[in-house]
């Protein structure tokens, strides 16, 4: 069976993985119903704390026996001025006023990778994948140590490189196509959006390890698109959003379900770092305005998305989404991943 | 045999297209060695003048019986003020001082359209293939009442489904990894930029005529994928670019060579249409300067490249490349189809 690697790394019935998607849309329903379906759910935890993250694995463990992973965000060296600061949150006032809101406060960093990294360990999560980097050396010896998978994230081919040499057990290869955040951390992000069409066979021939593809895959044409290229496995997020257990907002749903191929924009104006979502207001107003380093941005965002969310005010939301909206569906977890598993079944 | 009604339409018997690239890629050796081994081969006749078209036309069928193409530039209505035009002479005044050139003159409008229809008749040319919008009604009706068949070039699926609508025998489905000019002509350049995991199935799930997948596509790994993706036949432009046939300046193939997959950017700033080459000097150095529309630009940096080519200095040339650069090959064309038809063969 071809994605045999990532069946036995993983140790699910197919090599179809839930990207762990931060923001809230992974919820332990969603993730344990992957897992349960025989595909590979996994926890976005870019954002949590610790004590969140460690009461989602174990809710998540409390509907599924079966294997399941976490994401974190490796964490970069983000700095502003006050004066930026101020300039950034200017930007913002306007949103804030339309939906009502008090004046913002100068942003913290959240650094919470030491303790996720810790609550990992102390949960025996099975697999950990990264996204924005690779972590310190003596993380991954940790996490290997203690027989916790390790995967990494690359948009190009030296990104996939640098993945294998750090000791990756697995390398996710994100396409231009995919929604969220871009994974770039070598070169600019432009340099970086290479699409899968591209990005898969240029990485296969470089690297040993087994190559995932993310990236505008939501049905059996994609899966067997990846694999034709070298791929051994596939990486869904935008489909599993508009998922019946997905924790999106209605609205979010709703949006990728009635969008085109050419709605969605990569934009740094919601946390600091570009991402594929919806082109909507927020995106278009905050173009060309001052936009603070990742995670600053995310975190002076975040009230704003969060009270658009509860007005269902879409032109104020992040409303990420790949590239093939117009394939995505209404349905439980379970029904995507039995769809998606078609391939593999008529391919054994 | 998948990809049968692409063979049946073009009269080859593989359906594999060599991209008609503008700016003298596509010698007549190069489209005649393509047609001869079994793939389709294409004058980029764009910017040609009717009676050099002709001549290649003519050439072309000296060296080959088989059927081939021509692919042309619907023409646009560009318009600038002498002001413009003077800025953008000042922008583009160092590189001709570098390479010591005189000054400019104020560019013309090139209008040949009418003349390579007329040419595309009188040579009953079998195939004839657009980019950059679908042409006038009257156009496609007396070229399909010669018999000649009509493709056209789509980046979106509404794209997709005007050509279907004007009368095309088959859509170029063009993704984001596509070397050379976008052909997005119903969105903004930006909203076209779909990869074809994304592009293809979204496309074949709204037309009814063949679709044939480009951008990115090097082997048979590509050629499975597209197939996989619900494509019927595949053009490849930068495969072709490095063969031996191919006009490209040695310069400009060994550029290609050595390119890794994010050394590509997409600009305008050599013909005023955005397009997807090797990052260089010129690039860098023209950016946010004032471009003219499209063909003006061209017309204005055409001398500039000309020369740049004859002094081998590849940082003021076009070096139009996709984002598989890795996968290139310097092969003779008829090894190439060999190579690529390999998966057709194992697919009977």
């Known amino acids: 069976m071809k994605g045999e690697r990532i069946v036995e790394l993983l140790e699910t019935d197919y090599p179809i993985i839930q990207a762990g998607m931060a923001g809230g849309v ?18 976005g935890a870019g954002y949590m704390e610790a004590e969140a993250m460690k009461d989602s694995i174990r809710e998540v463990k409390k509907h ?9 965000f490796v964490p970069g060296h983000p700095s502003s001025s006050l004066e930026e600061e101020e300039k950034a949150m200017r930007a913002l006032h306007p949103f804030r006023e339309e939906l009502g809101m008090e ?8 650094y919470v990778f030491g303790e996720q990294i810790e609550g990992i360990l102390a949960e025996k999560v099975p697999v950990v994948s990264f996204t924005f980097g690779i972590p310190p050396e003596e993380v991954i010896r940790s996490l ?18 640098l993945n294998e040499e750090a000791g990756m057990d697995a390398i996710v290869a994100q396409g231009a196509e995919a929604g969220g955040h871009r994974g770039t ?8 959006m290479i699409g899968l069409m591209s990005l898969i066979p240029q990485i296969t021939d470089h690297v040993s390890i087994p190559v995932i593809a993310a990236g505008g895959i939501m049905d059996k044409r994609g899966i067997a698109a990846a694999v034709a290229l070298g791929a051994e496995g596939v990486q869904l997020g935008t489909a599993f959003v508009t998922s019946k257990e997905s924790g999106a907002k209605r609205v979010h749903k709703g949006a990728i379900l009635e969008a085109t191929e050419a709605d969605t924009v990569v934009t740094d104006v919601f946390s600091g770092k570009p991402a594929r979502g919806i082109e909507n207001r927020f995106i278009r107003e905050m173009d060309g305005r ?18 658009a969310g509860r007005l269902q005010k879409t032109e104020f939301m992040s409303l990420w989404s790949g ?14 991943i039995r769809k998606l598993s078609e391939y593999w079944k008529e391919s054994l």
């Open 26 to 43: 992974t919820t332990p329903e969603l993730v344990a119903a992957v897992s349960e379906a025989g595909g590979f759910g996994t926890i």
């Open 64 to 72: 599924t026996e079966k294997p399941f992973g976490v994401n974190l």
């Open 103 to 110: 004046a913002a406060v100068n942003p913290d960093i959240p």
């Open 144 to 161: 290997k140590q203690s027989g916790i998978k390790v995967m990494g994230t690359a948009t190009t081919v030296e990104e996939a490189v």
């Open 185 to 192: 951390f070598h070169v600019s992000f432009e340099k970086g």
């Open 290 to 307: 001052t936009i603070l380093e990742y995670p600053l941005q995310n975190t002076l965002t975040k009230p704003i998305r969060k009270e």
């Open 323 to 336: 590239q093939s909206p117009r394939l995505s569906e209404d349905s439980a977890a379970a029904d995507i």
